[in-house]
């Protein structure tokens, strides 16, 4: 049906309440605001808005909570000047609450044809589009407000909402893998237990499949394909009509109460429309000019900076204003704690280059609100010069690739740069020195790449389930599987395979900075080789809570090395001048370490306490001794516990020790 032919907009019987809707789309001729009983495109009621400078907007009486709509918007259809308005296509409204129906992939949703992209499908999208959902239940926070934990309190855990409750056999069947079942009391217990501080949520905003991984029969699980900036997923709630928002917000408060942050990773480099071949659900049916990056030389190409066919332009005043209020949304209506940002580099590109003044960043730090709360940078993207480790505005934080890579090389016995560890452990001043050790998220593992135990267990990727011939996925991991690829029942691959763990465990746990754990990795999960797990929602990356390799062991040694780290605040320092004084890095023989160390693999430091504390790591293939410093004795509290010892000391290969001072 041509889109001049559709039906008038009935009237909408029912109360003198008004509710009002509006949509920000300057460059549209007209908008149409469409009413839905259901989730499907049946039964529509139009109704026009009417335009005030940028925006549109109407009153409409009788509407009420869990009331389902979307827009048309009208405009023309100009691909070469960058213009894609097709009111054929219903579009979810970007600033929507709340977002009801999971995406019904079909043809439908394209705003082009696709035997000549450059006219409009004019098949209408409403049977196949989510519908926005209008809310007005309020909500009783019971004094509930974000926590403030300083950085160098923090532990991170950084989880998946679905994975982290949907297998674990005490949360109520009705409640795993939902927010409800992340705030259940198991969970916050395991968390606590670790010393968890904050939990960073994998996306939780509402996202939508894509159309490789539809035909695949795969899914988009990991949610870094975002659709709605401010509505909370509902896959992760026991409803959509509202319940999503009702429970995410119960989520928080309850973490809250055990003193437990939440931070949400963020995706505003990009949108879930992907290039130009993608659908029309959105952003690129009602300002396509002014949210995305367009190729100047070919509007009808979109700028790729993510590796998912488009780029948010948030140096655009639009783009950034949609992008500030939804922060700030999150902030005061959802009362999260902070924000890990995706690609970061994206928002901070001027025309191409990366600029840690740009008005994104300036924005931010201009806010009252934004600028109180913890900022997160993925540091790097997939454009020109993407690598920006470092670079990020004071009062940031960012994820260290550099400690993660310097801790697997020195546990696999991988060549690495002098001094390379020690530069990691202390904080990266090289990278940090203008700022905190704090400004340093150290991290083994993540989402993006294989298990801890992953990267004990296989020398290669198995991503084949993938759908990709295992193309897909990081090629270098930096990993040793100590002998067996995978799973075995060898007793001396698993012991060396557990020190290993342990060691890794033990230099995230002790580093200057902020560390962060990757959800399961303290029970021994595993995604049996695969490091690119995003399309898979199901066992393969749900944490397994009764039956991990070692489980039992390595939890109770975290739990330690953790307990260790929050009573000793010389791990904590919050300047990298007062770690140099208080810091002593001491060779095998007890004496301070030298540039060129005779033993490279085999180190230590001591911290002055009180207590002081000695930890030793032997990375290398044989047992070493090593000297203690001559002030004890000294108490052995990892691995085991001894009486008092003094001098020289074994220390396995492939091992930590940790020693207090009596």
Not at 63 to 90: E, M, W
Not at 107 to 134: I, N, T
Not at 277 to 285: E, N, V
Not at 425 to 432: E, Y
Request: hydrophobic share 40%; glycine share 10%; proline share 7%.
């Amino acid at each position: 049906m041509d889109p001049t032919d559709l039906p008038p907009p009935r009237a909408v019987p029912g109360a003198t309440a008004l509710t009002t809707f509006s949509l920000d789309a300057p460059d549209a001729t007209a908008v149409d605001l469409c009413l839905f009983d259901g989730v499907g495109g049946a039964d529509e009621i139009r109704i026009p808005l009417a335009r005030h400078d940028t925006e549109w907007r109407t009153a409409v009486p009788g509407i009420g909570h869990g009331q389902r709509y979307g827009f048309r918007v009208h405009g023309p259809y100009d691909p070469s000047t960058g213009s894609r308005f097709n009111p054929a296509k219903l579009l979810i409204d970007p600033r929507a609450r709340a977002i009801a129906g999971t995406l019904a992939w079909s043809d439908l949703l394209l705003g082009h044809r696709e035997d000549a992209p450059d006219e409009p499908d004019r098949r209408d999208s409403a049977a196949v589009v989510p519908k926005s959902v209008v809310l007005t239940e309020p909500f009783d926070w019971q004094g509930d407000r974000r926590l403030g934990a300083p950085w160098d309190r923090t532990v991170i855990y950084e989880c998946h909402v679905r994975g982290m409750s949907r297998l674990h056999p005490r949360v109520p069947p009705e409640l795993r893998g939902t927010y409800l079942g992340l705030a259940s009391e198991p969970i916050v217990d395991h968390l606590l237990s670790l010393g968890v501080t904050a939990v960073q949520l994998l996306p939780v905003q509402h996202h939508v499949i894509d159309r490789r991984l539809a035909r695949l029969g795969l899914t988009n699980y990991w949610g870094y394909n975002t659709i709605g900036y401010f509505a909370p997923d509902s896959r992760f709630a026991t409803g959509d009509g509202g319940a999503q928002v009702r429970e995410f917000r119960t989520m928080v408060r309850t973490l809250h109460a055990a003193g437990i942050e939440v931070l949400l990773d963020v995706v505003y480099n990009h949108t879930g429309e992907g290039d130009a071949a993608g659908p029309t659900l959105a952003f690129r049916g009602l300002d396509n000019r002014g949210l995305y990056r367009l190729d100047s030389a070919d509007p009808r190409r979109y700028v790729d900076y993510t590796g998912v066919g488009n780029t948010v332009h948030a140096g655009r005043e639009r783009a950034l204003a949609l992008v500030l209020e939804s922060l700030r949304y999150w902030v005061a209506e959802m009362h999260v704690d902070g924000f890990r940002f995706d690609l970061a580099t994206a928002l901070g590109r001027q025309e191409l280059d990366f600029d840690p003044v740009a008005p994104f960043f300036e924005a931010v730090d201009r806010d009252p609100l934004l600028s109180t709360v913890k900022l997160i940078a993925e540091p790097w993207d997939l454009g020109p010069h993407g690598y920006q480790l470092g670079r990020f505005p004071p009062g940031w934080a960012e994820w260290n690739d550099r400690f993660r890579d310097a801790a697997r090389r020195y546990w696999a016995g991988l060549p690495d740069r002098p001094g390379e560890v020690e530069t990691r452990l202390t904080g990266s001043r090289d990278l940090f020195g203008h700022r905190t050790p704090q400004a340093s998220i150290n991290y083994v593992t993540c989402h993006d790449g294989f298990t801890l135990r992953d990267l004990v267990s296989y020398g290669h990727k198995h991503n084949e389930l993938n759908g990709e011939e295992n193309r897909d996925g990081h090629h270098d991991n930096l990993s040793r599987n100590w002998g067996v690829e995978g799973d075995t029942a060898d007793p001396e691959i698993l012991a060396a395979r557990a020190r290993a763990a342990r060691g890794l465990f033990a230099m995230l746990a002790f580093s200057q900075g902020v560390p962060m754990i990757s959800h399961g990795d303290e029970l021994g999960r595993t995604q049996q080789g695969n490091n690119n797990a995003y399309c898979h929602d199901s066992a393969l990356t749900w944490i397994d809570w009764e039956s991990g390799q070692g489980a039992h062991d390595l939890l109770s040694y975290v739990r330690t090395l953790f307990r260790l780290r929050a009573a000793h605040s010389d791990f904590r320092l919050p300047r990298h001048a007062a770690i140099d004084a208080r810091l002593e890095w001491i060779d095998p023989i007890g004496d301070p370490l030298v540039s060129d160390p005779a033993f490279p693999r085999a180190l230590g430091f001591s911290l002055p306490g009180p207590p002081a504390l000695v930890v030793l790591m032997n990375g290398e293939e044989e047992s070493r001794q090593f000297v203690l410093p001559a002030r004890g004795p000294w108490r052995r509290v990892l691995p085991g516990r001894v009486g008092a010892l003094e001098g020289e000391i074994e220390i396995p290969a492939h091992e930590v020790a940790v020693f207090e001072e009596l």
